[in-house]
Nanobody
Framework: QVQLVESGGGLVQAGGSLRLSCAAS????????MGWYRQAPGKQRELVAA???????NYADSVKGRFTISRDNAKNTVYLQMNSLKPEDTAVYYC???????????????WGKGTLVTVSS
């Protein structure tokens, strides 16, 4: 009943920018937090940035000062503005939402399918 739809990935040269979007849709009662994770080849999936419905944010040290997470609660959408991109930012980026769906007893994590970000040197 709940799905996360991502957009905005692509190919960019080092120093460039991309903006990722993720919209949660379906039978949603409330969203506790949304965020972005990424996974590069041969590496573990890591948290990039997260934001609560109240606006509190958390960033990985590697992206602080370059990436900005924001949200539009009315649209159940989270954004990730990525500036000054580096080749090491290349990864599949996954949207995550911690939310209560209609009929769910407890809150659950939902994941998008991922969107590829490639930064060339």
């Amino acid at each position: 009943q709940v799905q996360l739809v991502e957009s905005g990935g692509g190919l960019v040269q080092a120093g460039g920018s991309l903006r990722l979007s993720c919209a949660a849709s379906g039978s949603i009662f409330s969203i506790n937090a949304m965020g972005w994770y990424r996974q590069a080849p041969g590496k573990q999936r890591e948290l990039v940035a997260a934001i609560t419905s109240g606006g509190s944010t958390n960033y990985a040290d590697s992206v602080k000062g370059r990436f900005t997470i924001s949200r539009d609660n009315a649209k159940n959408t989270v954004y990730l503005q990525m500036n000054s991109l580096k080749p090491e930012d290349t990864a599949v980026y996954y949207c995550n939402a911690d939310l209560y769906g209609l009929g769910e007893r407890w809150g659950m994590d939902y994941w998008g399918k991922g969107t590829l970000v490639t930064v060339s040197s």
